[in-house]
């Protein structure tokens, strides 16, 4: 068994370690769901009319969890066809459950056999619950763990449904485990990009503009036409297009894709004079298709490539907004390539070294610092996928071929394909260990079809292109609170709104100071004087607290005889400057030039 697996094991049965203790404390108590999560678990409870204050009432909690591991209770699987399978003392309190009641019929109806979970005694056991698992053996081999906070969760995440208490907790094999968890926890606080984002002047939200709905600054704006540029300018080496396409569409376009079934509730809808009812786009790839679908298209056309910055709009609930990480409005920098099927491993290609040279720009393609996902369809449940199982196949060995022959340190991942094809996805370790999937490459046989795009070959006759979506940052807000954290707020020079400070010591350097500043700017430098109405020190200081990359101080030693002299009598390229890097405590004596190279960096 993986460590993985096993982790996974560990942080299911803390869930219902804790409902069972929850249990011993409130015996009428009502239970929703409780996965495991990728950080730890949780468990959803309906308390009824007067939900407990629970601020103090977790280490009750946790208490009986310790009471239960240390029983080291046997976890046993149980599989039925009905209830009535069951002793009547085991499923009394399942029956008088609504929400267990709920899915039971549902797993039914799907003429599925039901499982369950029993701890303790066969015969007799202390707890049981509906569960498809999987389990470890035994209550005592949990190992640590605690609970964390409380919040509130609609049933089924159905806004109209009952408002449920959720409680969170983690575990872990070891105390030194849990330790490094709260420790990355501290820091993540620390990191936090909606705490650095007012900070920095990087982003707001306004109530009379809506939950969801960041508004960027003009440094926050800096940042994502930066990354922007920089995507674009690699890509456009390999030949992608800009496209541009409108926000809203017929609700048509989506039943065509296939979108329509799996998204509607998810849409923000819009209805026009005449009662034609539109949508707020959510995704970009079907109005691409139409683009290529706008005229004939002939093998010798093929590859085409569009490319497209552009926000679309998904009505995410209240309660899973969080900072730029969930928004309603997304920011995509989305692409897709239509090509002839012996085409598709080298466009693939030519995205993953896109991946390479934007993340190594970033410092994050280090070996160890990220592994790629290949996501495919998970077989034991094909209802979930459209499209024919043989396009599917060659889709995803395509993608292996080019994982092993890109040298990518991927993992077959079951169930993780989009329903219309298998796909790459990078996942990226931040500075602090944490993981994000970020850029991804897709194959996509289905619209195509659904669209009936074509082109015609050499032979003059018809045939489908293939579809490869790809994006690099994802969502713009998404990635950018990736990245406020993963830096904490430092950028690297090339990405930070203001590159430098330039700190004249006294009134006698500012004239030079001011001339200093205008060569600079004309060679592309971002940076702002701040001048001496503050000592030296606390200046140094506020260009720290700023996270400004570099802070250049001008004394006598660097103005020196430069102090009365018109700026057309300077010779900027043989002047030193004192330059103090971002977190550190000494200057280092720096040529202007070599200074500008450094600002590109």
């Not at 015996?27 to 308390?47: A, H, K, M, N, S």
């Not at 395509?398 to 092993?404: S, V």
């Not at 260990?433 to 850029?439: D, I, K, P, T």
């Not at 060569?519 to 020190?537: C, F, P, Q, T, V």
Request: proline share 4%.
């Amino acid at each position: 068994m993986s460590n993985t697996d096993i982790e996974l094991r560990r942080r299911h049965t803390a869930s219902h370690i804790m409902t069972a203790g929850v249990k011993m404390i409130f015996p009428e108590i009502r239970l929703g769901v409780g996965p495991w999560t990728d950080t730890g678990f949780y468990q959803d409870f309906d308390f009824g009319d007067k939900a407990p204050d629970l601020s103090q009432g977790l280490k009750e909690i946790e208490k009986k969890m310790r009471w239960i591991v240390n029983k080291d209770f046997p976890i046993k699987q149980v599989i039925v066809s009905s209830l009535d399978d069951l002793p009547p003392e085991f499923t009394r309190g399942l029956r008088e459950d609504p929400y267990k009641m709920e899915l039971i019929e549902e797993i039914l109806m799907r003429g599925e056999k039901l499982s369950f979970y029993l701890f303790g005694d066969v015969e007799k056991p202390f707890y049981i619950d509906l569960c498809a698992g999987p389990h470890l053996e035994s209550t005592g081999q949990l190992g640590v763990f605690k609970l964390t906070k409380t919040a509130g969760a609609y049933w089924r995440g159905d806004s109209e449904k009952t408002m449920l208490t959720r409680i969170y907790g983690v575990a872990f094999a070891t105390a030194e485990d849990l330790q490094a968890y709260e420790t990355q926890l501290e820091e993540s606080a620390k990191r936090d990009h909606r705490k650095l984002g007012a900070e920095l002047d990087l982003f707001t939200f306004s109530e009379k503009v809506g939950p969801g709905l960041p508004l960027f600054t003009p440094k926050g704006a800096f940042i994502r036409h930066k990354i922007e540029e920089t995507i674009m300018g690699i890509q456009s080496q390999y030949g992608y297009e800009r496209v541009h396409i409108p926000h809203i569409t017929k609700k048509d376009l989506y039943e065509t894709s296939g979108h329509w079934q799996k998204f509607k509730d998810d849409l923000f809808h819009v209805r026009g004079k005449q009662d034609t009812e539109f949508v707020m786009k959510p995704m970009n790839c079907p109005h691409h298709t139409q683009i290529y679908a706008s005229k004939m298209r002939s093998y010798r056309d093929l590859p085409i490539r569009y490319a497209e910055t552009t926000t679309c709009y998904r009505d995410e609930l209240p309660g899973e907004l969080l900072g730029l990480s969930r928004v309603r409005s997304l920011t995509q920098d989305d692409g897709h390539s239509f090509c002839r099927i012996d085409q598709v491993k080298q466009e693939s290609k030519n995205i993953v070294e896109v991946i390479r040279q934007f993340y190594t720009k970033l410092g994050m393609f280090h070996p160890g610092d990220f592994w790629v996902s290949l996501s495919v369809r998970d077989t034991k449940t094909p209802e979930k996928y459209l499209g024919d199982v043989k396009n599917w196949d060659i889709a995803e060995k395509f993608l292996e071929e080019i994982a092993q022959e890109e040298n990518l340190n991927y993992k077959r991942v079951e169930g993780e394909a989009a329903f219309y094809g298998p796909k790459l996805d990078f996942q990226f370790k931040d500075a602090i260990g944490r993981e994000w999937q970020l850029a991804t490459v897709q194959i996509d046989f289905v619209q195509p079809e659904r669209f009936g795009l074509e082109y015609t070959n050499e032979k003059g006759e018809k045939e489908r292109p293939v579809m490869i979506h790809r994006a690099i940052a994802g969502s713009l807000e998404r990635f950018m609170s990736v990245i406020i954290e993963h830096f904490a707020g430092a950028f690297p020079a090339w990405l930070s709104p203001i590159q430098a400070h330039i700190l004249p010591v006294n009134t006698a350097h500012e004239d030079f100071a001011y001339e200093l500043a205008k060569y600079l700017k004309k060679n592309g430098a971002r940076l702002e004087i701040y001048d001496s109405s503050d000592s030296l020190g606390k200046r140094i200081r506020n260009c720290q607290k700023a996270k400004v990359p570099y802070a250049v101080i001008l004394g006598d030693t660097e103005v020196g005889a430069y102090c009365n002299k018109p700026s057309q009598e300077i010779d900027f390229s043989k002047i030193t400057i004192s330059v103090r890097k971002y977190g550190e405590e000494k200057d280092e004596k720096m040529g202007v030039e070599e200074f500008l190279k450094e600002l590109g960096r």
